[in-house]
């Protein structure tokens, strides 16, 4: 697989390994080129005033020490949006999990800051997420070369199939072992994954994962994009980005805010 060539599709078994482990790394889907504009283009979302995006917390707060997260940056910039809207990244998404369309739920930048920097918590997605159905999924695109020194991930292998637990708190994490019924899951052990920049995983909203601190003194910059196979339906629950728009419980997530992208 070439490193300047991004890739657009899958082999059989990176597909046969996400549907099976609840994760895949998928290398240089972004070109030297793309990998050079999308630092800017997320430099200048993380600086820019916020209309539309929003960041969860204040520099200096404890979840800043986990993450410096804006959530919707291409709402507020063109050039993310160009990143965000991609039908490449969600064609990806398509291939793993064999839905016939793929609907963008938000993107976020999740910069890992330098300086009393704190793990990701092991934790699940999905808890947070407003949807009824499994199978939404996350890109998770390293703008920067990641390993256990500045907050690579690991996951752990077919823990999708532990089904949706309890939401862990970021600042203070319980442990996530704790909820997990089956002793297999229980028992398997956790897969780092270090990076080249412009690579990416996929994972699932239920597959467990944790980042490491950031050891280094430069940011780890990661734009992550949440995707959801279309027909998901809306929980009826609250969520920042879809509070406020026209969505009814038990309805199919869609509108402005949540196009399709790959079909
Ligand atoms: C991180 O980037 O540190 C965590 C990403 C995630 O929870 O999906
Ligand atoms: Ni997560």
Redesign the pocket.
């Known amino acids: 697989m070439s490193t300047t060539m991004e890739q657009t599709i899958l082999t059989d078994e990176q597909i046969r390994f996400y549907r099976e482990n609840g994760f895949v790394q998928v290398d240089g889907v972004l070109n030297a080129e793309e990998l050079e504009e999308l630092r800017e283009y997320l430099g200048e979302a993380m600086q820019a005033d916020q209309d539309n995006s929003f960041s969860t917390d204040k520099e200096g707060g404890a979840y800043y020490r986990?993450?410096n997260q804006k959530v919707n940056t291409w709402r507020d910039h063109g050039g993310m949006a160009k990143y965000v809207l991609h039908p490449r990244f969600a064609g990806l998404a398509k291939q793993l999990t064999g839905a016939s369309a793929i609907r963008l739920f938000h993107d976020h930048a999740?910069y890992?800051m330098p300086g009393d920097s704190k793990p990701?918590p092991w934790?699940q997605?999905m808890p947070y997420w407003p949807m009824n159905e499994k199978g939404s999924l996350?890109i998770?695109i390293t703008l920067d070369d990641v390993d256990e020194r500045n907050?690579c991930?690991m996951f752990v292998p077919g823990s999708q199939k532990a089904g949706k637990l309890k939401g862990i708190d970021f600042i203070n994490p319980q442990d996530i072992k704790e909820y997990v019924e089956d002793p297999e899951i229980a028992a398997k052990q956790p897969v780092i994954v270090r990076m080249k920049a412009g690579s990416c995983t996929f994972?699932d909203g239920l597959t467990f994962?944790y980042?490491h601190s950031n050891q280094t003194d430069a940011p780890r910059r990661?734009l992550?994009i949440i995707y959801m196979p279309d027909g998901t339906t809306y929980s009826g629950k609250g969520h920042p980005v879809t509070n406020g728009e026209a969505l009814t419980a038990d309805q199919p997530i869609r509108g402005r805010l949540f196009p399709v992208l790959a079909k």
């Open positions: 986990v993450l999740l890992k990701t934790h997605d996350s998770w907050g991930m994972h994962h980042a990661v992550a």
